[in-house]
């Protein structure tokens, strides 16, 4: 049966791919047919002529220059069992597991992620050679079972020779978009969307049922349930990945600083209980499908492993990050290579980034402090005004920002900035700290900086005495 599903994927790869030079070549043909034709009766279009070789130019470069070979990963580091033989003995049992042998390279990557890719030629039909990367995020947020499961996964892409035939399906797509990006809008531009279209939801539904089929290996070889939580942690899990970048890690760039160690972080947000409210809820909105998904829905996925047999397992539930020999060295130098080199860059530990924090905030923390002159008479300022009539719409509009959106949480939005205000009024008694549940930041000081906030944000008379015990500690 596997073997009857591997050969009628292999020819459905075979024909989409036959189908899309067909239909290069057959509108190639046609409109050099069409160019004759006007010469034979003395009717020549130059208009006609240009755009039969714009198109056919743009076919050709499709057909005859798409990119091969496989290209190690830019911020990867190549390793052996030497360097970590715990996660070496996981990869070599699973291979034993399924009569295969270990992958040619091995890649530590900084994602939460993990793939496997074959370098072939012809099309698949020749291997020169496997590749496995696995993510050092994955590392941080799995347990020894889990990542055993996600590592069978791949694993089983294998088996399935998904690897191959995906050499023939990413021909094909890498082809389709090379011609759509040397062709203007027109009739024949819409041929080739409408048969992208066609390319897309027939090999994005083989992908789908290799995510099932290769979840089973995951299921036998990791165990039903850490296959099953594998699969429910990776969405927040990226999604936290995400968030640390976008969030924390840009802002100190734009400082010229970053941080020692960036999966310290990612451990930390990830333990986090209320960023994890947050991000579960984020997820849940966002739960749509589509039928150009190359993956399952993950709750699909994982009723289809609840539905296998039970299959006995040991569990480990060793947090996976010890299969490295030395975790912090690795996550360090791994933390280095995830950013383009400047020997300007300033490392820090994650305990002395508030500040740097703050100061990228600082930006559209300044216009507030300018605007609020602080030093100096409190009362008069617009800002002041604005917060005590708590017209935050305004007070958000004249810090330069984008304008709002109706379901922006506007106090939310604001608070990094009137915290800034009362830090600023404080004094040298206050400084920053990272918030892992929170906008980034969060003050500390021997004042209840959150509480003069929250009074500040509240409006009215709670605003006015906020100010006033600002105006009186200077």
């Known amino acids: 049966m596997a073997a009857r599903s591997r050969s009628g994927r292999a020819i459905g790869a075979v024909l989409l791919l036959v189908g899309f030079y067909l239909l290069a070549f057959g509108i190639v043909a046609a409109m050099i047919g069409a160019n004759y034709a006007l010469y034979q009766a003395g009717r020549v279009s130059g208009q006609l002529a240009i755009g039969t070789f714009v198109i056919t130019f743009a076919i050709l470069r499709a057909v005859f220059f798409v990119r091969g070979g496989f290209k190690p990963p830019p911020d990867g580091v190549l390793i052996s069992d030497a360097d970590h033989p715990e996660l070496f003995h996981i990869i070599d049992g699973i291979a034993a597991d399924m009569g295969t042998s270990r992958p040619d390279e091995v890649y530590l990557i900084p994602d ?112 039903s349930a850490a296959a099953a939580r594998a699969l429910s942690r990776l969405p927040q899990a990226a999604m936290a990945y995400s968030l640390l970048l976008n969030r924390y890690v840009e802002p100190m760039a734009t400082q010229g600083v970053l941080p020692a160690d960036f999966f310290e972080g990612l451990r930390a947000l990830m333990a986090d209980p209320a960023r994890g409210r947050e991000l579960s809820e984020q997820l849940a909105d966002h739960a749509e499908t589509s039928e150009y998904d190359t993956h399952p829905p993950v709750p699909e996925r994982v009723a289809a492993i609840d539905a296998l047999p039970p299959i006995p397992h040991t569990d480990d539930p060793r947090p996976a990050r010890g299969l490295l020999r030395d975790p912090s060295v690795t996550e360090r130098a791994l933390t280095a290579g995830m950013f383009v080199q400047n020997r300007s860059w300033k490392y820090v530990e994650w305990e002395d980034a508030g500040n740097h924090l703050a100061t990228a905030v600082g930006d559209l923390g300044d216009k507030v402090l300018t605007a609020v002159h602080l030093p100096g008479d409190l009362g008069k300022s617009d800002l002041w005004e604005l917060l005590r009539g708590r017209d935050l719409h305004t007070f958000h509009t004249r810090l330069g920002g984008p304008p709002p959106r109706a379901d922006d949480d506007l106090a939310a939005n604001l608070r990094p900035f009137v915290e800034a205000v009362v830090v600023r009024g404080i004094g040298d008694d206050a400084g920053w700290a990272v918030d892992w549940s929170g906008p980034a930041i969060v003050a500390t000081s021997d004042h209840d900086v959150r509480a003069m906030t929250d009074q500040l944000l509240a409006g009215g008379d709670a605003a006015a005495a906020a100010q006033k015990q600002l105006a009186d500690l200077r």
């Open 112 to 223: 939460v992620n993990a793939y496997v890719v074959e370098d072939t030629l012809l099309l698949g039909l020749i291997s020169r050679k496997r590749i496995l990367a696995v993510g050092v995020g994955l590392l941080n947020v799995m347990t020894v079972d889990e990542i055993r499961a996600v590592v069978a996964h791949e694993f089983g892409h294998y088996a399935g020779s998904d690897t191959r035939l995906g050499a023939i399906a990413y021909r094909g797509w890498e082809s389709i978009v090379r011609a759509l990006q040397g062709m203007a809008d027109g009739v024949i531009r819409s041929i080739f969307v409408w048969y992208a279209k066609i390319y897309l939801k027939a090999t994005s539904a083989s992908s789908r049922q290799q995510e099932i089929a290769a979840d089973r290996w995951a299921a036998q070889l990791g165990g």
